[in-house]
């Protein structure tokens, strides 16, 4: 359970995947042909990333036998549980984390021997200590098209190594490169996909998963049984992160407001109030990630199935027409 840096090895959170809030999706499977697809909840990215990282890192033969997955992208707005999830999937697994984060290694192992040192060292070093997690934060800025001049940290110094160290990984190596982003359509997307073989988009927290967080947390600090509108709060935090959920509950409950609960209990203005603090997700940014999503390889190939499906099903309803038309 640790994280090994360049200078010293540093402890990361002990968490779990079932600690990541929220509620799996209840909508009903919808036709392919209406136009509108059920959207994903945050109790499925837990899922899925149970079945994706997981799962398959537990064992060597759990490893080998299933499928090869060797990276992973997590996308998802400031404060949705990016970071959580990774220390979550090191947690479950018992892995090795390595943070290849830019900021991170910036002047050191420097020049064109150093950055081969390094990549030597990860890849060696990770299959040694494995189960290991490559970990990068703000996986989009080794691809952006144009750096910042603000921006000291040499993002780009890994453009070209980061597909070799993912072709280096074979079935009996436990060792997966999972990078975490915030704004995902700043990249080149068709460098990022030939670096990261999935992508796991955060949604925001729907009704369901937003009213689990904060029934959850709340009942940390007062009986569930005490008069509280928990349906107010959770309509009010609509556009909110888990994470601005988590942080204004935070800032609320302190010792010595739970210690005055039993004298002077908790309203939901007090939560509003702290909750306003927090940035909201924009309509805009929500659009661009659907925006980007759609130009995921898994969805674009999913998209071009259906749009191929309903020119075969036009076809047939012009030839059953113009049939009838003949017999008429």
Known sequence: MACISWLNRVRYPEVYITDFQGDISFFAPAKYNTGLDPPIALGDVRQLLM???????????LHQTTPHIKSLLLAGSKGSGKHHLVHAICTETGSVLFDLTPANIVGKYPGKSGL??????????????????????????PFVKKIPKTDKSDPKRLKKDLPKIIKNFSPEDRV???????????????LL?????????????????????????????????????????TRISDAYTIGSIISSI????????????????????????????????????????????????????????????????AEIQAKQQANAKKKA
């Open 116 to 141: 081969i040192m390094l990549i030597h060292l990860v890849l060696k070093v990770s299959r040694l200590l494995q189960p290991s997690v490559i970990f990068m934060d703000c996986a989009e800025r």
């Open 51 to 61: 079945e994706y990282c997981v799962v398959p890192m537990l064992t060597p033969n």
């Open 250 to 313: 935070q800032e609320v409950m302190t010792v010595k407001r739970t210690l005055q609960l039993r004298i002077h209990s908790l309203s939901p203005l007090e939560l509003v109030n702290a909750l306003c603090k927090r940035t909201p997700i924009y309509k805009e940014e929500e659009e661009s990630f659907e925006q980007w999503w759609t130009k995921v390889p898994i969805v674009r190939k999913r998209l071009r199935a259906v749009e191929m499906l309903l020119e075969e099903q």
């Open 193 to 233: 996909q030939q670096v990261y073989q999935k992508f796991v988009m955060i949604p925001p927290p729907n009704y369901s998963s937003r009213y689990t967080a904060w029934n959850k947390l709340l009942g940390e600090y007062m009986p569930n049984n005490w008069q509280f509108d928990m349906g107010l709060v």
């Open 176 to 190: 997966m490169l999972v990078g975490v982003t915030s704004c995902p359509w700043e990249s080149d997307q068709k």
